[in-house]
């Protein structure tokens, strides 16, 4: 939902699309965007779209999923191989800061990973965010809002190794531990699109995205997400966004964590 107020925002970050393009007039980039043989408008999509996240953002979401989410799977029944199921999605994950937060809280909690099996489902619709989270590769200064302990067990600096493609600007950069980058799963979803996943999800974490949607779209979308959730499943949202008047199928728990009822 792009009302006029954002008409300045749009304006500048398309016109750097432009500038790319050699082109002088929104007229043609609008013709490229209609063309059917070019795929401008991935490009245009990733321009316009909001990506600000950092590691742990709204801390009292990953204390609730250690605390009450996390217990509670260990209690659970055991599925059909024998392990404890878990799954997790990152619905809007921008660069990976958000999946990767959750990563390593259920990496922290879990002392036997072997009894479990447990996946994170990482979606965003930007291609260029999610290059950027499954390299995994962030900067120092990314890091201001990880413990110390966090630091030292989760991320190290990049092997003097061909494979890691490290530019010069990147040489104070730390990389995500595989034992949790191997926990996520990446990939590109339009949330108003179909969904290949079948769930069920113990948790959903979509925050600050249903912002930039009309009423009626977040009432679709909660009710997908509902749909895809366990019966007594979590729904993490961002500060400023709220289910009131949006869906009776979840309890408001406070702190913008919401439990399915229905």
Known sequence: QLNQGKQAMVYSRLARRLRALGLTRFKDYRALLDDPENDEIIACINAIT???????????????????????????????NGKRRFRLWSA???T???????AM??????????????RILATDLDT??????????????????????????????????????????????FNIDSRVRNLIAFKQLNLLEGWPMKGPFDAIF????MIYFDRETQKTLVDRFADLLKPDGFLYLGHSES????????????????????
């Not at 990976?96 to 959750?102: D, T």
């Not at 809280?105 to 447990?118: G, I, Q």
């Not at 979509?206 to 995205?209: A, E, G, K, L, Y």
């Open 206 to 209: 979509c925050r600050n995205v």
């Open 96 to 102: 990976g800061e958000e999946a990767y937060s959750m």
């Open 50 to 80: 909001t990506n600000l996240t950092r590691f742990f953002r709204e801390s009292h979401h990953f204390d609730h999923l250690r605390d009450e989410v996390l217990p509670k799977a260990a209690q659970g029944s055991l599925a059909g």
């Open 128 to 173: 260029q965010v999610l290059a950027t989270a499954s390299a995994g590769l962030y900067p120092k200064k990314a890091l201001d809002t990880v413990s110390a302990a966090q630091r030292k067990r989760w991320f190290a600096r990049p092997p003097d190794s061909p494979r890691f493609k490290v530019e010069d600007d990147a040489k104070d950069s």
């Open 105 to 118: 809280t259920v990496a922290e909690f879990v002392k036997t990973p072997a009894a479990w099996d447990m």
């Open 92 to 94: 809007g994950c921008s």
């Open 243 to 262: 289910l009131f008047r949006v869906t009776d199928r979840f309890h408001h728990l406070g702190q913008t964590i919401h439990q399915r009822t229905r």
